[in-house]
């Protein structure tokens, strides 16, 4: 048994070369539009790693089975949930099996993005139901008419792109607000009442509800939430095989079967015959009222429906190039609007909710196979048969069941990682303001008051600047000045008195974070530089703003980390051949070098060149030119003990391979070196991975000097199809297989590392640790494994790391801040 044969390993490098990204995850691509539909994270889709047990599946089958099969994983999805958010709004349940077939089939016919699933969302459920209380039924229609009009006219003007600048802050504080109303009224409906007229209106009521439940509601409403629990978390082959049934699916069957066999006495949900059904009449009531009614349909649908199809796009572009299979065309968001708007004319016609793109729900068509439009139009019309035919089955679901289906959805709006993100950058206040409004006043004055706070944070960064002052150590130190934030004229009074403080001829830097300056701090600075440099003193300004003020060079300097190809210093001439074009990029890059870098680092090279080296760290990585090693460590000179190969793979000592190389680097650096840590980090797409799984279980050919290398793999390959639960991201499952056995290759070459006798005595000593990294090259993001994580054989967690707050940085001298 082999790991690779070397024709799939070599074509598999060479197309993770030319053009392999990483790909997005359901959770990672949909993070900015609507979750109405997490709970579809069970979807009738094998497993990732249950599906690199049996290889990919579905390749080679014709676009027109892949549509059909997509087609009804998504119909299955969207059947409870749109009769549950039609239950939630207000409406009659008719209303959202009329809404989700005409988003499948009109949206899905004319919209831009091939693969979004539109329908009944409920990031619209709070909007609806206000309407309807304040309007009525029939009126709410005519509004969702006039909101694809609107939309239609957006989509003619061509603004859809202009949709996408809004805040995230603002469009998960939206989110999470709507999800906390959602919740809210549902929970009455699961306790066995009626949901009151606000969300606070909600909260009042609670108590008495509580000190009064039904036992019949709530036995049913525990079943279907344990289920929507327990079922994306079943293991092993049974849970691989019961999985395929989505869990809102089996989550409203199971608790319709409970209720129907025990006897249960419960409203249940009840579809009047369609001779019956409500149509739109004409919209009465103020006239500035409707508007803003109309506004807030088509703002909410058009941005949670853009937002969804930008992360479609990135969805299907990812299974591409991991799967192979046709391209998928880039959504065409004018188009997209126009469709939308279509569908909501349609859908308020004939007596629908207003439709909208669903994130989660698309996510799970490109994840089923879907590979064109086809797969959405074919899930409408499932729920127009649906509807026509299985209208006695509908009725024997109680609608405690659709409640806590529902109330489940609003709750998962409250994203975690949605907040933890926007905590990250600063704008959490914008997303509590936005989500305390849509909460307590509604969906339109929620997002103003959002944009408003936004407006104000944004104000507050630019005019609010940090000023430190770090005195030197000794008497010949120098002294720094750290100015964080945009410097502007506001700051100007408190810069010139930290300068003015600063003793004569001495030593200065001024490091300017921000990256704004104006004119009247250009002035004020430059004048002080030029009078402190007259009486003896040395000046240096460094910083994104400092090159303004810095002396005026005619030399080129390309920045750091910058590719070739986007360097001035190393672009070729028309005349220059390939072999030439190559030979200058690299002297080019050498000379750039010399020009800029080696005389700030020849001091400490000589030190070094003087001392010896002295790595802490032996860094084990792959030879993927993506990964600069130097660059995701922040690391220089001395600092790591690199050694890298390709698939970051460590042959268990005694093996016979015919190359020592890496055992050879690893007792250096254990024995002579003595460092005191060693990290293997893999990466995202990475193509010896990828060779690895195209060879699958093949015969062995050790024809190649790459497939006797890759052999080494072999034992994380068949180390991620035997485990039912292996290493994962602390946000999220692994987005494929590929990234899948990414992880799972750390973990193995670390055993193998322990494997060396030189680093199990020290690790026995406690004088080394092992750590794990994994660094995803799209999302330049880098994720450790500790030490301790280790011992969890069964599911180690990757967690991500994250840039520490806008701290002052640390020093041992005397410090004053201004």
């Given at each position: ?98 809404a989700a077939a005409v988003g499948g089939i009109v949206a ?476 200058g990029q690299l002297l080019g890059g050498v000379r750039n ?126 180390r991620a199809r035997e485990s039912a639960a292996g290493p ?91």
């Amino acid at each position: 048994m082999s790991a690779c044969a070397p024709v799939p390993a070599l074509g598999a490098l060479r197309a993770a070369r030319q053009g392999h990204t990483p790909t997005a995850s359901p959770t990672d691509s949909a993070s900015n539009a609507s979750t109405d539909d997490r709970t579809a994270g069970t979807a009738p889709q094998t497993p990732w790693r249950d599906r690199l047990r049996g290889g990919f599946g579905g390749r080679g089958t014709g676009g027109g089975s892949a549509d059909l099969s997509a087609s009804v994983s998504v119909f299955l999805i969207a059947l409870p949930l749109s009769l549950g958010i039609a239950l939630a709004t207000g409406a009659p349940l008719q209303a959202g099996l009329v809404a989700a077939a005409v988003g499948g089939i009109v949206a899905g016919r004319f919209g831009g993005a091939p693969l979004q699933v539109s329908g009944p969302a409920a990031g619209l459920t709070v909007v609806t139901a206000e309407l309807i209380q304040q309007y009525g039924w029939r009126t709410t229609c005519a509004i969702t008419v006039l909101a694809g009009l609107a939309q239609l006219v957006l989509a003619y003007v061509r603004v859809a792109r202009s949709a996408l600048a809004v805040s995230p802050a603002i469009v998960h504080g939206m989110l999470g607000g709507i999800g906390v109303s959602i919740a809210l009224a549902q929970l009455h409906i699961v306790l066995g009442g009626s949901p009151e007229s606000s969300a606070v209106a909600n909260v009042k009521a609670l108590p008495e509800q509580l000190a009064n439940p039904h036992p019949a509601a709530l036995s049913a409403s525990a079943l279907t939430i344990a289920v929507l629990l327990v079922w994306p978390r079943l293991r092993g082959r049974t849970g691989q095989l019961v999985r395929t049934v989505p869990g809102p699916l089996a989550a409203v069957v199971l608790a319709t079967g409970l209720v129907v066999v025990a006897g249960l006495s419960l409203p249940r949900v009840d579809l009047p015959s369609w001779r019956s059904h409500a149509l739109p009449e004409m919209p009465e009531g103020p006239v500035l009222g409707l508007i803003a009614a109309v506004l807030t349909i088509t703002l909410v649908a058009s941005v949670e429906s853009l937002l969804s199809a930008v992360a479609v796009d990135k969805l299907a572009a990812g299974r591409t190039n991991e799967r192979g299979g046709p391209r998928i065309p880039r959504a065409d968001l004018d188009r997209e609007l126009r469709g939308q708007g279509a569908a909501n004319v349609v859908s308020g016609a004939l007596g629908g909710l207003p439709v909208t793109g669903v994130a989660v729900r698309s996510a799970a068509n490109v994840q089923a196979g879907a590979v064109s439009r086809r797969s959405t139009i074919l899930h409408g019309c499932w729920v127009v048969l649906a509807a026509a035919l299985l209208v006695p089955v509908l009725q024997l679901i109680p609608l405690a069941a659709l409640a806590a289906l529902v109330m489940v959805v609003g709750v998962q709006m409250v994203n975690l990682t949605h907040i933890r993100t926007v905590n990250r950058h600063r704008e959490v206040w914008v997303y509590v303001a936005t989500a305390t409004g849509v909460v307590l006043l509604g969906v339109l004055e929620g997002v103003i008051i959002g944009i408003l706070v936004a407006v104000g944070v944004n104000l507050h960064r630019l005019t609010h600047t940090r000023i430190i002052h770090e005195s030197p150590q000794s008497d010949a130190g120098e002294h720094r000045v750290l100015v964080r934030g945009q410097l502007t004229f506001l700051a100007v009074p408190r810069l010139s008195r930290t300068l003015g403080r600063l003793p004569d001829g001495g030593r200065v830097v001024i490091e300017l974070d921000g990256s704004f300056m104006d004119h009247a701090a250009y002035e004020a600075l430059q004048d002080w530089q030029n009078a402190y440099t007259t009486h003896g003193g040395d000046v240096s300004i460094t910083g994104r703003s400092g090159a303004r003020i810095a002396e005026p060079s005619t030399a080129h300097h390309c920045t750091p980390w910058t590719p070739w190809r986007n360097h001035h210093c190393t672009q070729p001439s028309e005349k220059q051949s390939p072999r030439t074009e190559r030979r200058g990029q690299l002297l080019g890059g050498v000379r750039n070098f010399q020009r800029a870098t080696a005389p700030l680092v020849r001091a400490e090279l000589a030190r070094l060149a003087r001392d010896g080296q002295q790595p802490s760290h032996l860094f084990l990585t792959c030879a993927d030119s993506r990964l600069v090693t130097s660059m995701i460590t922040s690391s220089g000179p001395g600092d790591l003990f690199t050694v890298r190969n390709v698939g970051n793979l460590v042959p268990p000592p005694g093996r016979e391979t015919g190359d020592d190389s890496v055992g050879a680097a690893i007792e250096y650096a254990v024995n002579v070196l003595k460092v005191g840590s060693i990290t293997v980090c893999g990466h995202s797409g990475c193509g010896a991975m990828h060779a690895l799984h195209a060879a699958g279980s093949g015969r062995p050919d050790r024809g190649s000097s790459l497939s006797r290398w890759l052999h080494h793999g072999r034992p994380s390959l068949l180390r991620a199809r035997e485990s039912a639960a292996g290493p994962r991201l602390a946000e999220r499952e692994p987005a494929d297989e590929i990234e899948a056995l990414c992880l799972t290759n750390v973990v193995q070459q670390l055993e193998h590392l322990r494997a060396h006798s030189c680093v199990n005595e020290r690790l026995a000593e406690g004088s080394l640790e092992l750590h794990g990294m994994y660094f995803h090259v799209g999302e330049a993001q880098a994720y450790v494994l500790d030490h301790r994580e280790l011992a969890d054989a069964h599911a180690p967690v990757f967690t991500p790391v994250h840039p520490e707050a806008d701290t002052a940085v640390p020093t041992a001298g005397h410090r004053t801040t201004d």
